[in-house]
């Protein structure tokens, strides 16, 4: 039970300029990548967050002399004296990414023992993709159910996805990098935070192709070379601040980001009649009439990202008429809509569909966050209701969300925290 809850107090319209900080997902893959290194790597624009502070002690844990200045955002990792490949089950437990340090020891060292990952509570979340890209590289893999390891020279092969997976992609891009000989993924993710860890790579000296399409081209390397680099801005937090404007009807400029990252939502949010002009680095995002109510299906990048269904799904409970939001990516990621019915949303859930019926009013409520995204959705739905709302398990919003309620008061929101 988190020691602090939210409280909102909403209907007042955010009004001004934000920024967007640097990508959680494209972090918690970055970060790992720099054990394949054998010099010292320098990542600048790192979101100041929890999963990026579990990264440090895991490195640490490994061995690796890890510098870390959340307010520089920057860490430099030295990894020469990283001997260690076994990361412990309550260290990985403390996040979804830990995954990923078992493609970057397999890539470093040939052998990884790394504790069960953490992370949302969202859906099944196998890893099977992950185990099949490492034992086609040539590792044998052994699930002991808490612990994942896997031991094995890295040599070049063909990866077919069975399923789009970005975890899959990017820990496959990780045993691969310094593999012997050439590797191929087929069906891979095509997410923003793919192509920016294949630009890492290659500013280390791999030579990675194709990032950003469905087949990557990996040449491995067996050496890399350290490297600085900065990490690109978090799509999803910037999705989150755009729909916190048009959910409060503000107007809002949000500098930072990569518009073109954010098309499939510029695109509904369009569609509901919001007003959404790009710039170079920045959106503006207003709303000047009633939001139209819209269908969304989420799907893999370039596609509306589930990670934007649960604070778009909030802005829909008051939009002028039925909704229709179909998740296809993960099966359970539907709970805040049942948190939102307390704050008089009209929802029909079946399976994988939610049938969302605008209202003219929500009111405020206490609501549990249940996961990260979930989290940010009754943030928005506690900005949008009349009255107070007070969230409970906060801490699931920190784990992805760099200084939110500092950013949602520079706008003039009112929030705050208080103890439980
Ligand atoms: C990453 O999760 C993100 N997390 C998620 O963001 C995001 O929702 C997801 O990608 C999709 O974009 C991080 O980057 C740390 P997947 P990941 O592998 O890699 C199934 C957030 O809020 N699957 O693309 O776990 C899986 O069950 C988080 O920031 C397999 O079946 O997602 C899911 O149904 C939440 N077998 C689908 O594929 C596998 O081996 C997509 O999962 C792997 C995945």
Same mark, same amino acid.
């Given at each position: ?38 010099? &010292? ?84 979340? &196998? ?64 997410? !923003? ?58 107007? %809002? ?5 990569? !518009? ?86 009209? %929802? ?17 409520? &206490? ?26 398990? &906060? ?26």
């Amino acid at each position: 039970m988190d020691s602090y809850k939210l409280l909102i107090t909403g209907g007042i319209p955010l009004m001004g300029e934000t920024y967007v900080s640097g990508g959680k997902n494209t972090s918690v893959a970055v970060i790992p990548a720099t054990l394949l290194s054998d010099d &010292p790597c320098t990542i600048e624009n790192l979101p100041d967050i929890e999963d990026v502070r579990v990264l440090v002690d895991i490195l640490r844990g490994l061995g690796a002399k890890v510098e870390y200045d959340p307010r520089a955002r920057r860490m430099t990792v030295d990894p020469r004296k990283v001997t260690a490949f076994h990361v412990p089950y309550k260290q990985s437990q403390r996040m979804r990414a830990s995954y990923y340090l078992l493609g970057a020891l397999l890539g470093r060292c040939g052998q990884a023992e790394v504790g069960y990952p953490g992370g949302c509570t969202i859906g099944n979340r &196998p890893v099977d993709q992950h185990l099949k890209a490492f034992r086609a590289l040539g590792a044998e893999v052994e699930d002991r159910g808490a612990m994942l390891s896997a031991k094995g020279k890295m040599v070049g092969a063909g990866v077919f996805f069975d399923k789009i997976t970005v975890g899959g992609t990017i820990n496959a891009m990780l045993a691969a990098a310094k593999a012997e000989g050439n590797t191929i993924l087929y069906n891979a993710a095509k997410e !923003p935070h793919i192509v920016d860890l294949a630009n890492f790579l290659n500013s280390m000296g791999a030579k990675v192709k194709g990032a950003g399409t469905d087949t990557i081209r990996i040449t491995g390397k067996a050496h890399l070379h350290g490297s600085t680099y900065t990490v690109i801005p978090d799509q999803i937090e910037t999705g989150t601040l755009m729909i916190a404007a048009a959910a409060t009807r503000g107007d %809002v400029l949000i500098r930072g980001c990569i !518009p073109t990252h954010m098309e499939a939502l510029s695109a509904k949010l369009l569609e509901m009649g919001v007003q959404v002009s790009d710039m170079d680095d920045a959106i503006r995002v207003r709303t000047v009439r009633g939001h139209r109510a819209v269908n969304i299906k989420t799907q893999e990048y370039p596609g509306f990202p589930t990670d934007l269904q649960q604070p778009m799904s909030a802005l829909l409970t008051m939009a002028n008429g039925d909704s229709i939001v179909i998740e296809t990516i993960f099966e359970s990621r539907f709970k805040h809509l049942n948190e939102m019915q307390r704050m008089g949303a009209r %929802v029909r859930i079946l399976d994988q569909t939610a049938i969302i019926e605008g209202v003219s009013e929500l009111y405020g409520a &206490p609501v549990t966050a249940t996961d990260l995204r979930a989290g940010a959705a009754l943030v928005v739905a506690g900005l949008m209701a009349k009255g107070t709302t007070e969230i409970y398990e &906060p801490g699931f919003i920190e784990r992805g969300y760099e200084h939110i309620e500092e950013k949602l008061r520079s706008l003039g929101a009112d929030i705050r925290r208080e103890p439980v």
